[in-house]
């Protein structure tokens, strides 16, 4: 069936002839997976996303209640095409009504009629205890972050002890049949690169894929250096120290990994984000409803807007997927992070959401 893309400004036409919104752009890209942040807070202070003394955080009465979360993803999937949701942070297990907001999600159905496809991107600490309560709710799949296995390399970029507490969260949402469980570990030059070839054992032995990062300027803006971040090709040539890589085709064209599959078994694979070195910019299908409702267009943006005030000023389902059709009809060509003139985005990676 052929599907009709209308700007936001043809809102009242839309009304008349029942044509779907969708998050289209002036690029031909279509969003369809939604990234929602649920809190800027979070129980680590990890080197490369904020300062040690943490950030000021959003007052409780600016950030969207379950209620109003809830409402926007409905708009989003019923009414702009969305088919993925993935609630992030800060850390999203601080948010206490995490699984009611869930349950409400996972009643949605897509345009095809399929359940909606919910995943949780999360430090696991405090997963241990309520990884079966999430999956019970609905959860379909974590991805879980683990920059080393190293107990002091992992406090020293995390400024926590609380590694074991990360591994019984990874066997925690095994044992509930959270799948595929994705380890993203962020590389740091002088760190953590050494920790690769464990860290890839460790997934591969328990059937889990990593996914590593190279570093991008969402934190604290003297923790970021072009000039030294690890590039994927580094980061492959120290994760093949122990195993055979071969390139895996690609299956999504919108996964932001490149995939490798290890010593020749497809069921074993790893993959490496090059957000720096290798954008995928131009796949990009994603949307981003900050913890306070702020729409955002690229993780990089400098501009955003408000969902959050025309939901609490009135407007109906029909203004608010417009105003959110129009924020992702700006969305720019890429992020520009190779250019002269890029700038920072607007805000750290905490308070945009993962």
Not at 212 to 236: F, Y
Request: include cysteine.
């Amino acid at each position: 069936m052929s599907v009709e893309f209308v700007s936001a400004s043809r809102v009242a036409d839309v009304a008349v002839c029942d044509a779907p919104l969708r998050l289209v752009d002036t690029f031909g890209r279509v969003a369809r997976d939604l990234r929602v942040s649920l809190t800027d807070r979070c129980n680590l202070r990890c080197s490369y996303c904020m300062p040690p003394e943490g950030l000021d955080w959003l007052p409780t009465e600016d950030t969207l209640t379950d209620d109003e979360v809830c409402r926007l993803v409905r708009i989003g999937v019923e009414m702009l095409g969305i088919r993925q949701v993935r609630f992030t942070g800060g850390e999203p297990l601080l948010r206490r009504g995490l699984e009611g907001i869930i349950a409400e999600c996972a009643k949605l159905r897509t345009d095809e009629g399929e359940p909606l496809d919910l995943a949780l991107t999360t430090n696991a600490l405090g997963l241990a205890k309520r990884a079966q309560g999430l999956k019970d709710a609905g959860l379909n799949r974590v991805n879980i972050s683990l920059d080393s296995l190293d107990p002091e390399h992992f406090a020293a970029i995390t400024r926590r002890d609380r590694l074991s507490d990360v591994l019984e969260g990874i066997e925690a949402a095994a044992r509930a049949g959270l799948s595929p469980i994705k380890v993203n570990t962020l590389v740091l030059r002088g760190m953590n690169e050494a920790d690769l070839p464990d860290l890839v054992d460790y997934c591969l032995d328990r059937g889990i894929e990593l996914r590593v990062i190279e570093q991008m300027p969402i934190g604290p803006a003297d923790t970021w250096d072009r000039q030294n971040i690890l590039t994927a090709d580094e980061i492959l040539h120290i994760m093949s120290t122990r195993h055979t890589l071969t390139p895996a085709p690609r299956e999504d064209p919108h996964s932001p990994a490149g995939r490798w599959i290890v010593d020749g078994d497809p069921s074993k694979r790893l993959g490496v984000i090059a957000s720096v070195s290798d954008p995928f910019c131009a796949a990009c299908d994603r949307t981003r409803l900050t913890s306070d409702g702020m729409v955002r267009s690229c993780l990089f943006s400098t501009e955003e807007t408000s969902l959050r005030d025309l939901l609490r000023g009135g407007g109906d389902d029909a203004q608010i997927a417009a105003r959110w059709a129009d924020a992702m009809w700006a969305k720019p060509a890429a992020h520009g992070l190779n250019l002269d003139a890029f700038a920072r985005p607007s805000r750290t990676m905490s308070r945009i959401g993962g």
